[in-house]
């Protein structure tokens, strides 16, 4: 699933991308959760090597 949300990304070159926060552990349903850190890590891998993440 990473690789393929990493795939789109780099095709449609979004500016925002909105996903489950993965922290909050008894708020959201465990499925959320892993989406929203499967979203971040294919942000992470998407990205150009050259670019800095903003926390």
Not at 7 to 10: E, G, K, L, S, T
């Given at each position: 699933m990473r690789r393929e949300i990493a795939?789109?990304?780099?095709l449609?070159?979004?500016e925002?991308?909105?996903t489950f926060g993965p922290?909050?552990?008894y708020q959201?349903?465990?499925d959320h959760r892993a989406v929203g850190l499967c979203t971040?890590?294919?942000l992470a891998?998407?990205?150009p090597?050259?670019?800095l993440l903003c926390q």
């Open positions: 795939r789109i990304v780099r449609l070159k979004p925002v991308v909105l922290k909050q552990r959201v349903h465990p971040l890590d294919a891998a998407s990205r090597p050259d670019l």
